[in-house]
């Protein structure tokens, strides 16, 4: 059975037949589960759709049908936000999709936080209550901001944000799993793709603690145009990349 299944998803392109065989079989009730699921597999579903879960930072993140899956590359992003979390800090995952940026710093960061996490998609948020959970997080749904409670003004430490970054003109170039799979407000940032970028560096000052930070995900192309709008927020900022993750974060302090 293991060596059908492997054949199968190697003809449909997967790279990693065998890794991939193995998760499918490990997630599956029974035969009939299974056949299911190689089915969705071969039929273009992203891997962590299928199995119902992503591994993040060590973590098994539950995602599903319709969410945006996290990326390997956005672990760079908790790194740098861990390194800044001291204990008891406010934590706030802007944009926070199935929560595990959030979920993923209040893991490692010493002493624990108090994390909250928000996002405009209440599909995505479904899959976040159940990932911030086990630390306590406040999960809000609405459009940035607009989500969050009053007594959260002035308050928030960290600040972690992977909003979409894509321009619109290029969203249909990406690969299939993502531009058919997954949300489309997760993926598309507007025309320069950095719409959102901006409405969060703009309304940062309100909410951050003196002395807080903003992270936010951004491409090295784009990175000179997010560290202006944060700079334009009045944000003391700076760049950092990992050429590992091909990552780069742009952090704002206020």
Do not use: K
């Not at 930070?213 to 700079?231: G, K, N």
Request: hydrophobic share 45%; with cysteine.
């Amino acid at each position: 059975m293991m060596t059908s299944l492997v054949e199968s998803l190697r003809a449909a392109g997967c790279v990693f037949a065998e890794e991939e065989a193995e998760l499918l079989s490990g997630a599956a009730r029974d035969e009939a589960h299974l056949a299911e699921l190689l089915a969705r597999r071969v039929g273009g579903e992203p891997l962590e759709h299928v199995v119902g879960w992503a591994e993040f930072c060590g973590l098994r993140v539950e995602v599903g049908a319709g969410a945006f899956v996290p990326r390997r590359r956005t672990e760079f992003l908790v790194e740098e936000a861990v390194a800044l979390v001291r204990p008891g800090a406010v934590v706030l995952d802007l944009c926070c999709g199935v929560g595990a940026l959030g979920a993923a710093v209040a893991a490692q960061a010493p002493g624990g936080v108090e994390l909250h996490a928000a996002d405009i998609d209440p599909a995505a948020l479904a899959y976040a209550r159940r990932n911030v959970a086990p630390y306590g997080g406040r999960v809000w749904q609405g459009d940035l901001y607009a989500a969050l409670p009053s007594e959260l003004r002035g308050r928030v430490d960290v600040l972690v944000v992977n909003a979409p970054y894509v321009p619109t003109g290029e969203v249909g170039l990406m690969p299939s799993e993502a531009r058919d799979h997954e949300p489309l407000v997760a993926l598309d940032g507007g025309a320069d793709g950095l719409e959102v970028h901006r409405r969060v560096a703009a309304g940062a000052p309100a909410w951050l603690a003196p002395g807080g930070h903003l992270l936010i995900e951004t491409s090295a192309r784009q990175a000179p145009s997010t560290a202006s709008a944060l700079t334009s927020a009045g944000l003391s900022v700076r760049a950092v990349t990992s050429e590992e993750l091909y990552a780069t974060v742009v952090i704002g302090t206020s």
